[in-house]
């Protein structure tokens, strides 16, 4: 079985992804599978899928790697990289998605009031150069 790296410094299978989805969802109860709700009854509450959690987190691995910027980088919302990850790979991936891997990975995260989207300290140039 294939292995990812976790914010918690070990590596876990890809099979405890739902179960790792579900940690970040209860840190994080206004995360859903379409990104940060303003407020938990704004619609259905939907977890991120694995699948689109997986293919980000792969994509963040080999794009922006383990190496983070010591800041926020407010240039390009979750949102924005969500859209560099499926013309990468070429499959759809949710804001919910791609906000719950970064999450996962480690990453910091700044949430705008009211935005379904966030900022990381991902590295601009290095990620959306490849």
């Known amino acids: 079985m ?3 790296y976790i ?3 070990k590596m876990n299978p890809l099979g405890d992804i739902p179960e790792e989805i579900e940690k970040v969802c ?3 109860p206004n ?3 379409h990104g940060l709700k303003k407020y938990k009854e704004d619609s ?3 977890l991120p899928n694995p699948n689109g959690v997986q293919l980000c987190m792969r994509w963040l691995l080999e794009n922006d790697g383990l190496k983070r910027r010591i800041t ?3 240039k390009r919302s979750s949102y924005g990289w969500k859209h560099i990850v499926e013309k990468s790979c070429g499959e759809y991936v949710s804001n919910g998605e791609f906000i719950c891997a970064a999450l996962l990975l480690g ?3 700044k949430h705008p009031a009211g935005s379904p989207n ?3 300290n991902i590295k601009e140039q290095d990620a959306v150069r490849k």
Request: without cysteine; glycine residues 8%.
């Open 2 to 4: 294939p292995y990812v």
């Open 7 to 9: 914010a918690n410094g």
């Open 26 to 28: 209860n840190e994080y």
């Open 31 to 33: 995360l859903t599978g």
């Open 44 to 46: 259905v509450h939907q």
């Open 72 to 74: 926020i980088n407010t």
């Open 107 to 109: 990453y910091k995260m």
């Open 118 to 120: 966030a900022y990381f």
